[in-house]
């Protein structure tokens, strides 16, 4: 009967994938429109160990895109309110709620050799960098957002290495940082879409584009532990 829960996704995997993707160690950074959705929709797909890593508290401008933003999680710390709505899906999970923000000082700190895989959903460039840089210099399995913002057509989302990535102006600065540490090989989530024009002096953001970003970084996750 614990299966049942997966009976439509077994349909497509086998159960011997399931106790693979059951047994997998995840650890995500960033629980936002992409991290969030990344998180959720790992755990309905079977996904149980979890750590989630986040310095922030839901606000009224996440309404508009973040699974864990409703009216009565506003002003809770994100990692409080992922890991309650991700228990009330499965209770099963194991998830290690980290409230606080990776840095260059601190990467080491989080034991991501452990991880099977590393998911990175980060908006502050220099953390990013620091987590994506630590992550390739020891061939650890990464899969890293690019920029979700200012675009709201989600049928323009891939996933690609970095080398190919095109229009996105995160990506550019993320190819010219990996370059000058003679990385190469990142697997990241884009798109082809421009961004487009915004009078503000931050990224605007749609329902659209954040949540496919982490829908296709499960997908990554899922399809890479059922072809092993």
Same mark, same amino acid.
């Given at each position: 009967?614990e299966?049942?829960?997966?009976?439509?996704?077994?349909?497509?995997?086998?159960?011997?994938?399931?106790?693979?993707?059951?047994?997998k160690r995840i650890?995500?950074f960033?629980?936002?429109?992409?991290?969030?959705?990344?998180?959720e929709?790992?755990?309905?797909?079977?996904?149980?160990?979890?750590?989630i890593?986040?310095?922030?508290?839901?606000d009224?401008?996440?309404?508009n895109?973040?699974?864990i933003?409703?009216?009565?999680? /506003?002003?809770?710390? =994100? #990692?409080?309110?992922? +890991?309650?709505?991700m228990? @009330?899906?499965? %209770?099963?999970?194991?998830?290690?709620?980290?409230?606080?923000?990776?840095?260059?000082q601190?990467?080491?700190?989080?034991?991501?050799?452990?991880?099977d895989?590393?998911?990175?959903a980060?908006?502050?460039?220099?953390?990013?960098?620091?987590?994506i840089?630590?992550?390739l210099?020891?061939?650890?399995?990464?899969?890293?957002?690019?920029?979700?913002?200012?675009? /709201?057509?989600?049928? =323009? #989302?891939?996933?690609? +290495?970095?080398?190919?990535? @095109?229009?996105? %102006?995160?990506?550019?600065?993320?190819r010219y940082?990996?370059?000058?540490?003679?990385?190469?090989?990142?697997?990241?989530?884009?798109?082809?879409?421009?961004?487009?024009?915004?009078?503000?002096?931050?990224?605007?953001?749609s329902?659209?584009?954040?949540?496919?970003f982490?829908?296709?970084?499960?997908?990554?996750?899922?399809?890479?532990?059922?072809?092993?």
């Amino acid at each position: 009967m614990e299966n049942e829960k997966y009976k439509r996704l077994l349909q497509i995997i086998s159960e011997e994938d399931l106790i693979k993707i059951q047994n997998k160690r995840i650890i995500i950074f960033g629980l936002g429109g992409v991290g969030g959705n990344a998180l959720e929709a790992l755990v309905r797909s079977g996904f149980r160990r979890f750590t989630i890593v986040d310095n922030d508290v839901v606000d009224i401008t996440n309404l508009n895109r973040q699974l864990i933003a409703t009216t009565k999680t /506003i002003g809770m710390p =994100k #990692v409080k309110a992922a +890991k309650k709505r991700m228990l @009330e899906i499965e %209770p099963n999970c194991n998830i290690n709620a980290v409230f606080e923000a990776v840095t260059p000082q601190n990467v080491a700190n989080f034991n991501l050799e452990f991880y099977d895989y590393i998911v990175d959903a980060i908006d502050s460039f220099e953390d990013k960098m620091a987590l994506i840089i630590y992550a390739l210099k020891h061939n650890l399995p990464i899969i890293s957002a690019m920029g979700a913002g200012n675009k /709201i057509d989600p049928t =323009k #989302v891939i996933i690609t +290495k970095i080398e190919k990535t @095109e229009g996105c %102006p995160l990506a550019k600065k993320v190819r010219y940082r990996l370059r000058q540490e003679k990385l190469k090989g990142l697997m990241v989530v884009t798109s082809k879409e421009l961004p487009l024009t915004n009078a503000g002096n931050k990224p605007g953001s749609s329902a659209f584009v954040p949540p496919a970003f982490g829908l296709a970084m499960a997908s990554y996750i899922l399809r890479n532990v059922i072809s092993k």
